[in-house]
Protein backbone atom coordinates (compact mmCIF):
# COMPACT_ATOMS: atom_id res chain seq x y z
CA UNK A 1 0.00 0.00 0.00
CA UNK A 2 1.23 3.06 -0.75
CA UNK A 3 1.43 5.63 1.96
CA UNK A 4 1.52 9.47 1.75
CA UNK A 5 2.23 12.34 4.41
CA UNK A 6 -0.02 16.16 4.62
CA UNK A 7 1.94 19.07 4.33
CA UNK A 8 0.33 20.79 6.92
CA UNK A 9 -2.17 20.34 9.52
CA UNK A 10 -5.28 21.43 8.06
CA UNK A 11 -8.86 21.07 8.15
CA UNK A 12 -10.52 20.40 5.39
CA UNK A 13 -14.19 20.29 3.95
CA UNK A 14 -15.27 17.31 2.59
CA UNK A 15 -17.87 16.85 -0.49
CA UNK A 16 -20.79 16.10 1.79
CA UNK A 17 -20.42 19.06 3.84
CA UNK A 18 -18.42 17.45 6.66
CA UNK A 19 -15.07 18.38 7.93
CA UNK A 20 -11.99 16.28 8.22
CA UNK A 21 -9.11 16.88 10.46
CA UNK A 22 -5.82 16.23 8.70
CA UNK A 23 -2.82 16.72 11.54
CA UNK A 24 0.21 17.05 10.07
CA UNK A 25 3.23 14.08 11.41
CA UNK A 26 0.56 11.43 10.37
CA UNK A 27 0.39 9.13 7.27
CA UNK A 28 -2.90 8.00 5.00
CA UNK A 29 -3.20 5.22 2.45
CA UNK A 30 -2.99 7.24 -1.03
CA UNK A 31 -6.32 5.82 -2.41
CA UNK A 32 -8.45 7.34 0.65
CA UNK A 33 -10.68 9.43 -0.25
CA UNK A 34 -9.24 12.61 1.75
CA UNK A 35 -6.34 11.71 -0.51
CA UNK A 36 -8.22 11.36 -3.27
CA UNK A 37 -10.52 14.94 -2.47
CA UNK A 38 -7.07 16.90 -2.10
CA UNK A 39 -4.34 15.30 -3.92
CA UNK A 40 -2.44 18.84 -3.40
CA UNK A 41 -2.43 18.73 0.26
CA UNK A 42 -0.48 15.83 0.43
CA UNK A 43 2.93 14.38 -0.83
CA UNK A 44 4.82 11.08 -1.30
CA UNK A 45 7.88 13.03 0.44
CA UNK A 46 8.70 11.09 3.70
CA UNK A 47 9.73 13.96 5.52
CA UNK A 48 6.66 15.58 5.61
CA UNK A 49 5.81 12.31 8.06
CA UNK A 50 7.51 13.61 10.57
CA UNK A 51 6.14 15.96 13.52
CA UNK A 52 7.98 16.96 16.42
CA UNK A 53 5.70 17.57 19.77
CA UNK A 54 6.83 19.63 22.18
CA UNK A 55 9.24 22.71 21.77
CA UNK A 56 11.31 21.11 24.04
CA UNK A 57 11.86 18.52 21.79
CA UNK A 58 12.60 20.72 18.90
CA UNK A 59 15.18 23.14 21.55
CA UNK A 60 17.68 19.91 21.88
CA UNK A 61 18.66 20.80 18.10
CA UNK A 62 19.06 24.27 18.74
CA UNK A 63 22.72 25.60 20.00
CA UNK A 64 22.35 27.84 23.21
CA UNK A 65 24.28 31.06 21.91
CA UNK A 66 24.23 33.24 24.94
CA UNK A 67 24.66 31.83 28.59
CA UNK A 68 21.92 31.57 30.97
CA UNK A 69 21.62 33.33 33.94
CA UNK A 70 24.23 32.52 36.39
CA UNK A 71 26.41 30.41 34.18
CA UNK A 72 30.34 30.93 33.17
CA UNK A 73 31.56 31.03 29.45
CA UNK A 74 34.99 30.24 28.83
CA UNK A 75 36.32 32.16 26.15
CA UNK A 76 39.34 31.37 23.91
CA UNK A 77 40.96 34.59 22.26
CA UNK A 78 43.34 33.65 19.31
Do not use: C, I
Not at 48 to 56: I, L, N, Q, S, Y
Amino acid sequence: MRVVYPKASVMLAMPDGSSMHVPLGTHWAADDPVVLAYPDMFSDNPRHGVFRHTAESMADDVEQATAVPGEKRSVRRG
